[in-house]
C-alpha cells in the first residue's frame, strides 16, 4: 500500500533563516505531488505541484520554492523564511489528475 | 479560474441532529468532486468522492452527497451526527484537463453531546 511521509512534525525557525521540508511517498511511481498550506479559515492553499522528477509549477509567487529530485520525493524550501510563512504545510500525492489526492501529516511550521 | 465556496464556516449541533454542509463551485465544465474530512489530530482524509453516474453518492461513516450539475453544488449531508463527527470538512472541485485540487475555505463542526 501506498504511505506518505512528511518531515518535520513541528520546527521553528528564526527570521531570515532557511526552511526544508521534505516529502516522500512510498508504494508507488511517477505520483503527481503537491504542497499546500493550511490557515485556520482560509482552506487550502496550493504552492506547487509537480507531475514529474525536475517538474515543477509555481501557483502562488513567494518567499519559497519547491524542488523534486527523485521521483518520490517532494522538498519546500527557502532562503530566509518571513514571519508570514508560518503555517501548516501539507504534502500530497495522486497517481494521476484528475483523481484524489492523498495527504500527509502535515508539518507545523513557526518563524519566530 | 475555478473557486469553491463553503458558506458555513462553523456549524454546532447537538447529536442525532441532522446535517447538511453546503458547496457551490464557480466554474463549469466536466468536473470531478470530493469532501474532505480533518478530524482533530489527524490527516486530513477522503470521505466520498463524485466521478460520474450516479449524483448521489456514499461515503464512509453514513455520510453522503449530492451532485447538482444545474445548481453547481456538492452538498455534503448525514442524518444523524455523532461525537465523533467533528472535524473541519473541507469540499474540493478538479476540473478534467487540469492538475489542480481547488478547496473551499472549510466547515468547522462541532458536534454536542
Known amino acids: 500500500s501506498q504511505t506518505i511521509h512528511q518531515w518535520p512534525a513541528t520546527l521553528v525557525q528564526p527570521v531570515g533563516s532557511p526552511l526544508s521540508l521534505e516529502c516522500t511517498v512510498e508504494?508507488?511511481?511517477?505520483?503527481?505531488l503537491y504542497w499546500y498550506r493550511q490557515a485556520a479559515g482560509r482552506g487550502l492553499q496550493l504552492l506547487f505541484y509537480?507531475?514529474?522528477?525536475?517538474?515543477i509549477s509555481s501557483e502562488v509567487p513567494q518567499n519559497l520554492s519547491a524542488s523534486r529530485p527523485q521521483d518520490r520525493q517532494f522538498i519546500l524550501s527557502s532562503k530566509k523564511l518571513l514571519l508570514s510563512d508560518s503555517g501548516f504545510y501539507l504534502c500530497?500525492?495522486?497517481?494521476?489528475?484528475?483523481?484524489?489526492?492523498?495527504f500527509g501529516p502535515g508539518t507545523r511550521l513557526t518563524v519566530t | 479560474a475555478q473557486s469553491v465556496s463553503q458558506h458555513n464556516h462553523h456549524v454546532i449541533l447537538s447529536e442525532a441532529a441532522s446535517l447538511e454542509l453546503g458547496c457551490n463551485y464557480s466554474?463549469?465544465?466536466?468536473?470531478?468532486l470530493f469532501w474532505y474530512v480533518q478530524y482533530p489530530g489527524q490527516h486530513l482524509q477522503l470521505l466520498l468522492k463524485?466521478?460520474?453516474?450516479?449524483?448521489l453518492v456514499k461515503g464512509i461513516k453514513g455520510f453522503e452527497a449530492e451532485f447538482i450539475k444545474s445548481k453547481f453544488s456538492f452538498n455534503l449531508r448525514k442524518p444523524s451526527v455523532q461525537w465523533s463527527d467533528t472535524a473541519e470538512y473541507f469540499c474540493?472541485?478538479?476540473?478534467?484537463?487540469?492538475?489542480?485540487?481547488?478547496f473551499g475555505t472549510g466547515t468547522r463542526l462541532t458536534i454536542i453531546p
Open positions: 500530497a500525492w495522486t497517481p494521476a489528475t484528475p483523481y484524489e489526492q492523498y
Open positions: 508504494g508507488t511511481s511517477n505520483p503527481n
Open positions: 509537480s507531475v514529474g522528477i525536475g517538474q
Open positions: 466554474y463549469g465544465g466536466t468536473v470531478n
Open positions: 463524485y466521478f460520474s453516474g450516479d449524483p
Open positions: 474540493a472541485v478538479i476540473n478534467f484537463g487540469n492538475e489542480k485540487l481547488t
